[in-house]
């Protein structure tokens, strides 16, 4: 089997890659029979180099790989007829921004496996993960500082790794700030902000809120959802909450 990792070519950049250097050279010793070339990319956030000096290939001519795999849209100029693809293609929603896209695969014969279908026993396995709550988290903090002018820390993007982001926390002379972490989903930057930093968590509970009037919390349950039993049905009535 032939795979190709290609280079990211949706405006504004993205530098992030389905496999590390590290991860593709495990994958060559556990299959030995797949044949793996990376695509050279200026952006990604590994370099050339560094799959090179593991001995990955490297090269620029795709058009002989059976699968290819990335992460964002392919814009319609780079897709390879009669190729399977792997990736976010924003188009299960019948998103009306990709329609494009998904025409032009379909007269190009194209084979596309979006991640985000990838599913277990009904679970996603490929979808917004930990690391993404955390950057989402630190990009809303960021703001914040910015907003304030009390701190000023580094976009996410531009970090080698979340090591790199807690030693900036570390350094970082902080406001006294409140910071409230809502539900128990991926973004909970601030259980890693204390880590580094000391600050302290207080568990707010019902009771808290006795003698005021609360707020709607929204759970998933309330979300809207179509009446219409096709999965791709766009009417979403008001749902009671």
């Known amino acids: 089997m032939k795979i190709g990792i290609i280079r990211e070519g949706k405006n504004p950049p993205d530098s992030r890659v389905c496999f590390t250097p590290k991860q593709c050279k495990q994958l060559l010793e556990k299959f030995p029979s797949i044949d793996l070339v990376v695509q050279n990319s200026p952006v990604r956030c590994f370099k050339d180099e560094e799959y090179a000096a ?16 990335g992460i964002k849209e392919v814009p319609k100029e780079n897709l390879i ?25 379909i007269e190009k014969n194209i084979r596309m496996i979006d991640y985000e279908t990838i599913a ?13 709550g955390i950057v989402g988290a630190h990009n809303g903090v960021r703001a914040y500082g910015i907003k304030t002018k ?12 979340f090591k790199e982001l807690k030693e900036e926390y570390a350094e970082t002379k902080w406001p006294a700030m409140k910071v409230v972490n ?12 204390k880590t580094s930093h000391g600050g302290t968590i207080i568990r707010i509970e019902h009771r808290h809120f006795e003698g005021h009037e609360p707020e709607v919390a929204l759970g998933r349950r309330h979300h809207p959802r179509g009446a219409d039993p096709d999965p791709f049905a766009t009417r979403c009535p008001p749902h009671e909450v």
């Open 54 to 69: 593991l001995g990955i290939k490297m090269g620029e001519d795709m058009s002989d790989r059976d699968i290819l795999l």
């Open 81 to 105: 007829p009669e190729k399977t693809y792997f990736y976010f293609s924003h188009t299960i929603k019948k998103q009306p921004y990709n329609r494009a896209l998904l025409q032009t695969m």
């Open 120 to 132: 277990e026993n009904g679970q996603r396995l490929i979808g917004f993960g930990r690391y993404a």
């Open 150 to 161: 009390t701190f000023d820390l580094s976009k996410a993007h531009k970090v080698k790794g």
């Open 182 to 193: 809502t539900g128990n989903g991926n973004i909970r930057w601030f259980k890693y902000f």
